[in-house]
């Protein structure tokens, strides 16, 4: 599938620190080690809606990893999906009377603007899920080989059992496991399933709904398996990172690792699992069933800057749980405004030193607060020492330090 198309990301002179995450799976802030370019795989969208806040937050905290990476002299390869075929697609393409193709390519192309917007790295494969049937259909048959799927009526399930180190990437309790299973697409009371928590790989084709020819008769993929099959053909087993929003820990990324695992026995699927945190408006979490969604495509509409949407997003760290309010736009606005009228002046106060400091918030966790802060405060000190004349230490190339690392490092072009 066509991806967008990326920003130029300028050469540093100065290289970032190593990149630490945090690792769902392990608990605790873990040293990636790159082994060749820094292997990215973060979950994509279901495109029955337009982008909203948060999985903008998502998309830029994964953009940040990249960027980071890059910086520390990685290069990276970089994968994200399409689930362009699924039930919540399908079920909305039939509320609206729409042809689900048509609305998943309308969606899917307003993803691409908005991330193109954003200032957004474009991933190096972006993969449909109904492009990648013929590889869905492969990872079923090894897991077969493997003797971790079983029938139930026309529909194939993944044996969870089948991988010993089911529940390591989100490290809950089997009741946990199972009481947000079924809120979350699985369905743990459906009679004939070995294992309430097994999941489906291959839905038999329903009436009214699309399918595919596979050896298993006609049907379409399982979720989870999408994200697996792309991920092991693109990056291999053990890559670096594997991301998304917080509410893919289980059942999604638990699923994910647990049929590579079984399919790659002896690797792990990802060495590490990151994710962001979600966002709130109006008192509750962003969602489509709850209809309280603040859309980027909107505020692009009235010509909100970008930039400032970007400088909303950069204040919260990205594993944090916040709330979007109007005025956090408004003060980022500002903030923007005060930045281009800083680095327009040319000389400022010292930059080597910001520069260190963002490269290191950002290498630690993906601290933006933190690198944000400390351009806060160059800021206002240049702002400050213009009004009252050049301080002493002032820097003649401190715009032209600071802007590339702003743009490779922040994804800010001010
Ligand atoms: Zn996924």
Known sequence: MRSWSSPEVPDLTVTGPVVRIHDTSSGGLVETRPEGPARLYVCGITPYDATHMGHAATYLAFDLLNRAWRSAGHEVAYVQNVTDVDDPLLERATKVNIDWVELAERETELFRNDMQALRILAPDHYVGAVESIPLVI??????QEAGAIYQVDTDLYFSVTADTDFGGVS??????????????????????????????????????????????????PGWHIECTAIALEHLGTAFDVQGGGSDLIFPHHEMCAGEAQVAEP????????????????????MSKSKGNLVFVSALRLSDVDPMAIRMVLLRHHYRSDWEWTDEQLWAAVDTVTQWRKALSLGAGAPAAPVVSAVLAALAEDLDAPTAVAAIDEWAASTLGDTAHGLADNSDPDAAATLKPVLDAALGLLL
Do not use: N, T
């Open 171 to 220: 490290g809950w309790s089997r009741d946990e496991m199972l009481r947000i299973f079924g809120e979350r697409g699985g369905d743990p009371e459906r009679e004939g399933k070995q294992d309430p928590l097994d999941c489906v790989v291959w839905r038999g084709k329903r009436e009214g709904e699309p399918s595919w020819d596979s050896p298993f008769g006609p049907g379409r």
């Open 138 to 143: 492969d990872l079923i048959v090894r897991l």
């Open 266 to 285: 002896g690797q792990p699927f990802a060495r590490a699992y990151a994710h962001a945190g979600m966002v709130a408006y109006d008192g509750e979490k």
